[in-house]
């Protein structure tokens, strides 16, 4: 039988591959509720590159928490944005492929390519209704040119990726995800319906889909935007989806894919009422969520876990550009907000744990020091056996604060309606 991602699934990263149970545990608790939430261990090349890890050991953390744990329901191991020049690693311990197409965005296709999506699909033309969704289209020709021009050569090397992967593991065998989000702007309507087409037409079998939202969805803070804009577009999107499914024979099981989605507090509910309104599922991408929780263990039990978190904090200070640069559109950190290394070493357990935990009725919550500290998960890699050391010597309080935050601060606002 062909694996099928179910209905709600959270993707889980874990930077150094100590967190499987508790991550796991989070799901368990959500199990207990009545509410099936399927684990997705994601972890991309570049982390495994800056770790020095490899996939495979996301894969055995993976079987191992579920061993452990006694989880008799899916899971899976995603490989996370991946391209044609770094999928080889992970054909064979992932059964997730999350395909990242980004830089093919905004590349014209060739003029027979899009001459052909326009021929197949009279019915993007002209006065396009979408059930779900409360506006109307016109289309034009032109329109639907510009639309193609910017999407169809990144469709086209998705499906080159895909069909890689489909020829060396099988049909079936593993789930496709197609991400579009590290793009200019949000996908409207049209344009979404245009990239679900093209993808159907290649044959690529998608089960999630991460479009480009609204807003800013910067890494381990609150979703900055309008929250009416992001209600209207994820309702829009899932009703394309809806259409697409119905229209194009996509998996009947096609959701939203959200990334860089862990700590968007706010826009939880809307995700969730949405949810509800279309009986659709959605697909929630975590990562450095957990690192950052480990951090926050550390530093709880004092002595060397909060002396191991302060000099990570004073690397992170010192390199604050270099570790900074490759996530310069997702991050927003206020230097002037940032203590120097100098009067943080004089900082109690509670005072970095407080400033560091997303709390935002919190007031001594630092928005800034956290975006540094998700960022800075290079400076614990460099230590190699030394951090790992520390964060085994204190796992219990560790274990504690991954699953409370994933459970309480994830699952229960957005599958739960806690």
């Known amino acids: 039988m062909p694996l099928s991602l179910p209905k709600y699934s959270l993707g889980v990263g874990d930077r150094f591959a100590q967190q499987g149970k508790a991550q796991l545990q989070a799901c368990v608790m959500a199990a207990e509720r009545g509410v099936t939430v399927i684990p997705v261990w994601n972890k991309s090349n570049r982390e495994h590159t800056i770790i020095g890890s490899d996939p495979c050991s996301t894969r055995k953390e993976a079987d191992e928490a579920v061993r452990a744990l006694n989880w008799q329901l899916p899971y899976f191991v995603d490989a996370d944005h991946i391209g044609l020049d770094t999928m080889e690693r992970f054909v064979e311990p992932c059964d997730f492929f999350t395909i990242d197409v980004a830089d093919q965005i905004g590349n014209p296709a060739h003029a027979s390519s899009v001459e052909r999506l326009l021929k197949g ?117 899932i009703a394309g989806i809806a259409y697409a499914v119905e229209r194009y024979g996509l998996p009947k099981n096609l959701k939203l894919s959200v990334h860089s989605g862990s700590d968007k507090f706010s826009i939880y509910r809307p995700i969730r009422e949405a949810m509800k309104e279309f009986d659709a599922g959605v697909h929630l991408k975590t990562a450095g969520t957990t690192w950052l929780e480990e951090l926050i263990g550390l530093a709880e039990t004092g002595g060397d876990g909060l002396e191991l978190a302060k000099e990570i904090y004073s690397e992170a200070y010192s390199h604050l550009d270099e570790l900074c640069a490759p996530y310069a559109a997702v991050i927003d950190i206020d230097p002037a907000k940032l203590p120097t290394p100098e009067e943080l070493k004089h900082w109690s357990s509670q005072q970095f744990v407080s400033a560091l935990r997303h709390d935002p009725r919190n007031p001594t919550y630092n928005s800034s020091i956290r975006q540094l500290l998700h960022v800075g998960f290079k400076v614990a890699a460099k230590m190699g056996d030394r951090y790992i050391r520390l964060l085994r010597s204190v796992e219990e309080t560790v274990a504690k604060n991954v699953t409370a935050n994933l459970f309480k601060r994830h699952i229960e606002p957005l599958f739960l309606g806690a």
């Open 121 to 237: 699909h009279p019915e993007l033309l002209g006065n396009l209704s979408i059930p779900g969704v409360r506006r109307r289209f016109e289309t034009s020709r032109d329109c639907l040119q510009r639309i193609a021009n910017k999407f169809l050569r990144a469709i086209e090397e998705a499906a080159r990726i895909y069909h890689k992967i489909e020829d060396r593991k099988g049909a079936g065998n593993f789930i496709p995800e197609v991400s579009i989000d590290e793009t200019d702007s949000p996908q409207t309507p049209v344009e979404l319906l245009v990239i679900l087409a093209a993808i159907a037409d290649h044959g690529i079998p998608i089960q999630t889909i991460a479009p480009r939202f609204t807003g800013r969805f910067n890494k381990g803070i609150d979703y900055v935007g309008n929250l009416e804009e992001f209600r209207t577009q994820f309702g829009d999107d």
